[in-house]
């Protein structure tokens, strides 16, 4: 795989399993980050440890000139974008007539316009018959109570993978990914075992996903053996929904 992929939110969880793996199987990663520089440093250490080929971005995704910068700074050093996947994220559970406006700001500007601020982007900086993935979330067809907002947002994302398909031409593919639960500390956080346990009974194989388990399907979308794939959500989720 003898291409340059930026990682969006890729110094944890997810992201960074996604990293790790596309390196390990010849991509040249971005390990893109908006806050934990050493989290994102010690990702680039890893990769770089089994013999990957990868460095360090800084740029909060809701901010149009900084994911700007993130794609020029990634052709100055790589040549070129040639896959962009599309994975920071923020969550906030609460109850419908508890979310605060600050609540729906944060989620709607990283996961909604973060994603637009990149596709925007990709218009006319992704190489032709590239690769875009971006990560929605199984919560949008779950109806879980206190992931409205959450859920509100992934379906945005959702959307704007299926339009965006058949805008952006030059032979490049856009898809979605939905993960179900999924062993990460963005999960994890708050969640009581009892919960744990009850979202681990709904689906096919009684476990949470490792981002092992995502990241494999993400290796798969990002390769030209997915080409004819385009405009599309994969769920990602053991026969959860």
Not at 12 to 37: C, D, F, M, P, T
Not at 108 to 135: M, P, R, W
Request: net charge positive; proline share 2%.
């Amino acid at each position: 795989m003898d291409k340059v992929i930026i990682v969006t939110g890729a110094s944890r969880g997810i992201g960074k399993e996604i990293a790790k793996l596309l390196a390990k199987n010849g991509g040249k990663v971005v390990v893109n980050y908006s806050n934990n520089k050493q989290a994102a440093n010690d990702t680039v250490a890893e990769i770089k440890k089994t013999g990957g080929i990868a460095i360090a971005i800084k740029a909060n995704v809701a901010q149009r000139n900084e994911v700007t910068a993130l794609f020029n700074e990634t052709i100055k050093h790589y040549g070129k974008v040639d896959v962009v996947i599309n994975n920071a994220g923020i969550m906030i559970n609460k109850l419908v007539k508890d979310n605060s406006e600050e609540d729906y700001r944060k989620q709607f500007d990283v996961n909604v316009k973060g994603t637009l601020n990149t596709l925007q982007e990709c218009a006319s900086k992704l190489s032709d018959n590239g690769i875009i993935i971006n990560v929605s979330s199984s919560t949008v067809k779950l109806m879980l109570p206190t992931y409205a907002l959450y859920s509100a947002s992934k379906a945005a994302v959702e959307q704007m993978t299926r339009v965006f398909s058949k805008e952006i031409g030059r032979g490049i593919s856009v898809n979605a990914i939905a993960p179900g639960p999924t062993s990460t500390e963005l999960f994890l956080n708050g969640k009581s075992d009892e919960l744990i346990k009850k979202l681990i009974s709904q689906n096919a194989f009684n476990r949470l996903a490792e981002p092992s388990d995502i990241a494999k399907v993400v290796l798969f979308l990002a390769s030209d053996n997915s080409k004819w794939i385009s405009g599309q959500v994969l769920p990602v989720n053991g026969a959860m929904v």
